[in-house]
């Protein structure tokens, strides 16, 4: 009976080994997949939440910077060096921190600028003293540092959350969903405007829209990626692997 298992258990590791890379071009052929699976379901959904609601939120920290006060090529220098501070830091927390902390802390603190705003204009909309330019300046800088921090942090998070094979698909589908939404911003920005609503309202909503989709995506940091091609190549458990 013994003799008779193994031979059983060689001939069913021998079938899972040939059906397997038939598995594999199918599920990386077709980004409707993405949703095929309750667990890359759930999370498809939210990372296309949060990544459409961050670029929304990184448009609105761009509103304020007419009033930086140098020329067209001072200001790129200065906000290229506020982005290359910005990703050193979201190196740093990737490094050291969980993902979902630094990513609700860092919403947190956005939704803390767009606060500052909304005070600001409300308080100050037409003659502005140059203590209010210098303070609307330098919030308007770190709400673009905070910005391209929880982008850095957040397309790690969302490459970890992935198995190998979707990682290009995801990156792809919300590239495509987020541009479609993104060309619209300006348009809703001045509807805002003419109905009489700060613009920063909804960009405050955003930031909290982001923190409670991040608390409901899984935690990556220090959790092995799964490397799905592989696994199935070898084992056959594709279906397992992505449910679990």
């Known amino acids: 009976l013994e003799d008779q298992y193994q031979d059983f258990k060689k ?58 006060i140098g020329d067209i090529y001072v200001n790129m220098v200065i906000l290229a060096m506020v982005e290359i501070f910005a990703n050193l830091i979201a190196t740093y927390f990737i490094e050291n921190y969980d993902r979902k902390p630094a990513q609700v802390v860092g919403f947190l603190l956005n ?35 905070l910005n391209m921090s929880m982008y850095s942090i957040f397309h790690t998070h969302m490459a970890e959350m992935y198995p190998e094979n979707y990682r290009a698909l995801i990156y792809g589908l919300s590239g495509v969903v987020g541009a479609a939404f993104w060309t619209f911003i300006p348009q809703f920005v001045t509807m805002m405007k003419l109905v009489g609503i700060s613009p920063y309202v909804p960009f405050s909503v955003i930031c909290l829209i982001c923190m409670v989709a991040v608390y409901f995506c899984p935690e990556t940091k220090g959790e092995p990626t799964v490397e799905a091609v592989e696994e199935e190549k070898e084992q056959g458990l594709e279906l397992q692997i992505l449910e679990h």
């Not at 397997?20 to 667990?39: C, D, E, T």
């Not at 606060?115 to 100050?124: M, Q």
């Open 11 to 68: 001939q069913e590791q021998s079938d899972l080994k040939e059906d397997s890379p038939k598995k594999v071009a199918k599920v990386r052929g077709y980004v409707w997949n993405l949703f095929g699976y309750r667990s890359l379901r759930k999370i498809t959904v939210l990372v296309l939440i949060i990544n459409v609601m961050l670029g929304v939120a990184y448009f609105g920290a761009h509103i304020a910077m007419d009033s930086l």
């Open 111 to 145: 939704f803390g600028v767009y606060i500052a705003f909304l005070f600001i204009y409300s308080e100050h909309p037409y003659d502005e003293p140059m203590s209010i330019v210098i303070l609307n300046t330098l919030f308007a800088l770190l709400g673009k540092a």
